[in-house]
């Protein structure tokens, strides 16, 4: 259930693998003990102000032994099963160094040994050391989220209100394919965080079946694009009438590309692609920005009092003396429709959220199959399983070196074949890893300016300007 194929190692030195761990972890860790330190600082119990102090020991422990290139220590029980999954592996791998370890592997174990200073605590196990970030960064997307927000509501208005029944059956479906491709690469770009990539298509345009400018200008980037499959995996179901027809959404970031990934949710239920969504969140701190179960429950507070969220000004404005603008009527009118909207669907059912703790184990997801066969078995439920971002990506690839080329199907192992899953990857490159290319396509992109040219380093996959959409049918 592991590769035989070598994964990125972080010892390479032409691999983003070492480039992340030597400059961007320790900047990950100090920002983590500045929040732990400043939420010390104004705490006034002491034993909050004891723990908090050794939890930032702790983290300038574990910075000082990666940046030292020192073993990897065994993490300390913290009564969550996956801890000896992570030893044992670390065993496995003869008690490596920092600079000479499997990257997946590395930076999965480095996010895991932090959770475990704040579970074996007891004033701070549900603090999350990312979770202010995650806010602001979410805040700063004001334009985008106003824009979404409102093109949203049109939409949801316009297909319920029925407007499209003058259309014939072939147009109706044209323009939900078309529509289905926007929301689908809105949630993709979510990922890069590149806003200016975000489209505007009006009912006119959908109609015409134009896309936008921006979404076309954007499309170029998008190397391998399978989402006409994944459409017709989901309109086939519609067609047949089946009741009950599940999409599952392996989530990576909070904020800006949940609430994209949510308007996605939507869109499917509202168009009737999809009858339940069920989201994947992580169940610690993870990767800095992605998703905790809190988030979630965050997101939906900020929509349920938008002008609240909006007008209070956060750390920075404060500092720099700024009063945020409020929100208009109808922006804080349309941020509300998809507030009701979202929490409508919550409390159906329609729109469930699942967290699991195979999702920040130390493996690949080769190891589904194995390591979690229920959550197996319960993935094979779904029409259709979307993986958000990088990391996904890797985990789905097990990060391992293969030739571009490689086939989708294959570099996914257990879940290729007949897996009785159907995968759809949505990632925007920021790792090594790239599979499913057409011949030459990685030469071609690594001759282009920043794309690593003959320094051996694939360049071109670490910047995020670069995607796939990758689908494969298991249940075939
Ligand atoms: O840029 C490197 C990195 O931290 C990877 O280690 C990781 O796969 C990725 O970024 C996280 O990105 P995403 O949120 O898209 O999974
Ligand atoms: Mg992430």
Redesign the pocket.
């Known amino acids: 259930y592991d590769t035989k194929t070598p994964q990125y190692n972080t010892g390479d030195k032409t691999s ?1 693998a070492y480039v ?1 761990a030597r400059d ?1 972890w320790p900047v990950i860790i100090t920002g983590g003990i500045d929040d732990v330190h400043r939420a010390t600082s104004v705490a006034h119990d002491l034993e909050t102000q004891r723990e908090g102090k050794k939890i930032v020991e702790g983290l300038a422990k574990l910075k000082y032994e990666l940046q030292h290139d020192r073993h990897m220590s065994p993490m300390p029980d913290d009564g969550e099963p996956d801890i000896a999954g992570y030893n044992k592996e670390l065993k496995q791998l003869g008690n490596p160094n920092w600079f000479n370890v499997p ?1 997946l592997y590395s ?1 999965c174990y480095l996010y895991r040994r932090m959770s475990t200073l704040f579970s074996l605590s007891s004033k701070w196990k549900n603090y999350d050391i990312f979770a202010r970030q995650k806010m602001s960064t979410f805040r700063s997307s004001r334009p985008a989220v106003l824009e979404l927000a409102a093109r949203y509501k049109d939409l949801v208005t316009q297909l319920e209100s029925g407007t499209s029944e003058t259309q014939s059956p072939e147009e109706r479906e044209a323009a939900e394919k078309l529509l289905f491709t926007e929301m689908c690469e809105i949630c993709l770009w979510g ?1 890069a965080t590149d806003l200016s990539l975000l489209t505007n298509l009006s009912y006119e345009d959908i109609q015409k079946l134009q896309g936008s400018e921006a979404r076309k200008a954007s499309e170029k980037n998008i190397i391998v694009n399978d989402l006409a499959q994944a459409f017709e995996v989901l309109n086939k179901a519609k067609k047949a009438g089946k009741k009950e027809r599940r999409v599952d959404i392996i989530l ?2 909070a904020g800006f590309e949940l609430f994209v990934d949510l308007i996605l949710a939507g869109y499917l239920l509202s168009a009737d692609l999809a009858t339940e969504i069920v989201l994947h969140p992580k169940s610690i701190p993870w ?1 800095v ?2 998703v905790v179960p809190k988030d979630f429950g965050d997101l939906l507070n900020a929509l349920a009092n938008p002008q609240t969220f909006y007008t209070t000004p956060s750390d920075d404005d404060k500092h720099a003396g700024k009063t945020p603008e409020p929100l208009s009527d109808k922006e804080a009118d349309e941020l509300s429709f998809l507030f009701q909207r979202w929490a409508g669907f919550h409390a159906e059912g329609q729109l469930a959220i699942r967290p699991n703790r195979f999702w920040t184990e130390g493996g690949s997801y080769w190891r589904l199959p194995k390591t979690a066969p229920e959550l197996y078995e319960d993935l094979k439920e779904s029409e259709l399983v979307i993986f958000k ?4 990506y ?1 985990k789905l690839t097990a990060d391992a070196m293969w030739d571009p080329t490689t086939p989708f199907a294959e570099a996914i192992g257990p879940l290729g074949g007949k897996s009785g899953i159907r995968t759809l990857a949505l990632r ?1 490159s ?2 090594d890893v790239i599979v499913g290319l057409p011949a030459g396509k990685d030469e071609e992109l690594r001759a282009t300016e920043g794309g690593g040219g003959d320094s051996g380093c694939r360049k071109w996959t ?1 910047s995020g300007k670069w995607a796939v959409i990758q689908f494969w049918d298991g249940k075939c």
């Open positions: 983003f992340s961007r990257w930076e990922n990576d970031n990767f920005s992605d971002g990088d990391l996904n890797r925007t920021k790792a670490w």
